[in-house]
């Protein structure tokens, strides 16, 4: 351990699912057995757990007066303990490539000053939202606009779905479906660390999975890292779903100055936890490493040979995200026929690469480019808290 460990959920605890006033829970946040925890503690049967799911999430339905196969009492009664509220829309905005960025307040007041990004991605084959879990970051990645800005809170369950919830029955309303869904992909990358905001993360993705929430197979949800090592761990045996991790530099010493949290957990950890992600899974499972290609940083005949021998023979894809200037950075992007001998001396050692396709930049909605509004006191960093992890299970609330 090199350096001061950071904050996570488990050090601090996760914005309540409930409203100010303490009485009504916000069912975005509740998995299928908290739901079912939920009714049974109001005295009602747990199957209503699933049928109020279906009128939620299938049907997109927020008005418990519309769900007709609940009781009459149970549908006067709901308004008084729970709501479900989506995150309100502050603002939209749509890119000339069909990329759409909405800026979201989650906070109950609306409050405008913090709000969060979230942004649609359509592509020929499917339809990525790329969500927020974090108000600001405190991770301090020197080339993300995100991270400028500090943390001001982590988001709960509640507003972490609600974001796919806003996005999916928007898209619907529009008319813009990809089969019985108009989001195919979610990846957490948005706004945020992922990890850092463990417990509500988790219940979150269950949601996306089951299929009385979104029934997303657990290949199109993508949870993207910096590198928390521990929370990499038990994520692999609480919900599985693909890992991406962002990895941007092939040798310690760059990766502390460009990843800080590379400080805490470096790279030998941090491969070795990639290996134990996909061990023992199918043949083709591997973890996607995203490299961001900062003009002579990073980008070098001699990064590309040392990410070669990191990889090693590691089942991979890499990543590689031309860099999306933001005002401040200090950073440019690499020359096209840079990012080009980059991409081939990859794959001349066999390494499968791909060149990401720069999506959204006219909005600012491109990757690393997402900063939403953040106001806090304290401006949190990641040297500014401590980091904490239990060896209980992840809260199923």
């Known amino acids: 351990m090199r350096d001061a460990p950071i904050q996570s959920a488990e050090a601090e605890p996760v914005a309540s699912s409930a409203t100010a006033s303490g009485k009504r829970v916000n069912l975005f946040g509740l998995d ?7 009714f049974k503690g109001h ?15 299938a049907r997109g339905v927020t008005d418990f007066s519309a769900m007709t196969d609940l009781s009459k009492k149970l549908r006067e009664r709901l308004p008084e303990i729970a709501e479900i509220r989506p995150p309100a829309r502050i603002r ?20 405008p000053d913090n709000a969060i ?21 405190a991770l301090d990645c020197s080339f993300c606009a995100t991270g400028k800005q500090g943390l001001n809170r982590n988001l709960s369950a509640a507003e972490i779905v609600g974001q796919v919830w806003m996005a999916e029955h928007d898209l619907r309303a529009r008319g813009e479906f990809r089969g019985e869904r108009a989001i195919t992909n979610i990846v957490f990358m948005g706004m945020g660390e992922p990890l850092a905001n463990y417990r509500a993360l988790v219940p979150a993705i269950r949601i996306l999975l089951d299929d009385y929430g979104f ?16 929370f990499m761990d038990r994520l692999r045996a609480e919900v599985d779903v693909a890992l991406a991790v962002s990895l941007h530099a092939p040798t ?17 950890e941090l491969m070795a936890a990639c290996d134990r992600y996909v061990a023992g899974k ?23 040979r040392a990410l070669v021998k990191l990889l090693g023979n590691r089942p991979a894809k890499i990543n590689l995200i031309p860099f999306n200037p933001f005002d401040g950075s200090g950073y440019r992007r690499p020359a096209p026929a840079d990012i080009r001998a980059f991409q081939d001396a990859l794959h001349a050692r066999g390494l499968r690469t791909t060149v990401r396709r720069t999506r959204g930049d006219d909005i600012d909605a491109a990757c690393g480019q997402l900063v939403g509004r953040v106001r806090s006191k304290q401006k ?12 209980r299970p992840a809260p199923r609330v």
Not at 92 to 111: H, I, M
């Open 32 to 38: 299928r057995e908290a739901m079912a925890a939920f």
């Open 43 to 57: 005295g009602e049967s747990a199957f209503r757990a699933k049928q109020v799911m279906q009128w939620i999430y």
């Open 92 to 111: 939209e905005q749509a890119s000339a490539d069909g990329t759409r960025k909405w800026l979201l307040a989650v906070t109950e007041d609306l409050d």
């Open 117 to 137: 990004e979230a942004v649609y991605i359509p592509e020929t084959e499917r339809a990525t939202l790329c969500i927020s879990s974090q108000i600001g970051c």
């Open 215 to 230: 029934g997303l197979s657990k290949r199109r949800v993508t949870v993207s890292t910096s590198g928390l090592v521990p």
């Open 252 to 268: 310690d010493e760059l990766r502390d100055e460009l990843v800080p949290i590379n400080r805490k957990y470096p790279l030998d």
């Open 282 to 304: 199918e043949r083709r499972a591997h973890v996607v490493y995203e490299y961001v290609l900062l003009a002579g940083i990073n980008d070098q005949p001699q990064h590309a």
């Open 380 to 391: 949190r960093h990641l040297r500014d808290v401590p980091i904490r992890v239990e060896s």
